[in-house]
């Protein structure tokens, strides 16, 4: 049974670099959402998409963007990054829109600018 | 704007003691609360939520509106419960979906 998938585990950028994360939920799952960890805090959610459409958008500049593909994969972009975009993204999946389910995460991919 | 508090970073108890993870909230509306577990080395997990009123591994969490708080607590503490502890609340509007999670507390239980 494979769980959701993120790639890659560890990447390290410089500053203004871009970067593309990239998660495959759990077959049979619709809905994909990612988060931000940053060290010693809780994951901070940044957006949500369900069939290929936003569903939720966090507190997050316009320099973050994501997508959701037809399998319903998706891709997390950061444009211009910055020191402070250091941390742990996490991507998560749920069947529906809902989180009345439970929200099942990928290991997450570390991302470190210098 | 929702917000998840949990007051401490760490809880430190000995095995067969009482545990209580504390977890209080803002939020205007009729709350939706999870508790989420990361074990070491495994992913983040769901543990359980209020609405289903649930015992998972021996925890249970009351949502007290009054308080609006959102306890976990366990009356004997095993060492396999040592992990980090997330809180979290779920708020749905129209169409956007949000999950708001608080810091997390580290458990950690001695032998």
């Known amino acids: 049974d494979a769980g959701v998938t993120q790639s890659p585990t560890h990447l390290i950028k410089t500053r203004g670099q871009h970067v593309t994360l990239r998660c495959s939920p759990i077959s049979g799952h619709k809905s994909v959402s990612w988060y931000q960890q940053v060290l010693g805090q809780g994951p901070q959610f940044i957006f949500q998409?369900?069939?290929?459409?936003?569903?939720g958008r966090g507190n997050f500049p316009d320099r973050f963007s994501a997508r959701q593909f037809p399998n319903y994969s998706s891709e997390l972009n950061v444009n211009a990054l910055l020191l402070g975009d250091s941390a742990l993204y996490l991507c998560?999946?749920?069947?529906?829109?809902?989180?009345?389910?439970?929200?099942?995460f990928g290991n997450g991919t570390r991302l470190t600018v210098t | 704007a929702q917000r998840v508090t949990q007051p401490e970073k760490l809880l430190s108890v000995f095995k067969g003691a009482p545990v209580e993870l504390k977890c209080n909230y803002s939020y205007s509306g009729s709350p939706e609360l999870f508790w989420y577990v990361q074990y070491s080395r495994q992913r983040l997990q769901l543990l359980l939520r209020?609405?289903s009123r649930e015992s998972i591994k021996g925890f249970t969490a009351d949502l007290n509106k009054g308080e609006t708080s959102f306890h976990l607590k366990k009356p004997f503490a095993q060492e396999e419960d040592s992990a980090m502890y997330y809180c979290?609340?779920?708020?749905?509007?129209?169409?956007?979906?949000?999950?708001?999670f608080g810091k997390g507390i580290t458990l950690s239980v001695r032998p």
């Open positions: 209020h609405i």
């Open positions: 998560a999946s749920t069947p529906g829109p809902f989180y009345n389910s439970p929200l099942h």
């Open positions: 979290a609340t779920h708020r749905y509007t129209g169409a956007n979906s949000k999950l708001t």
């Open positions: 998409y369900y069939e290929k459409e936003e569903r």
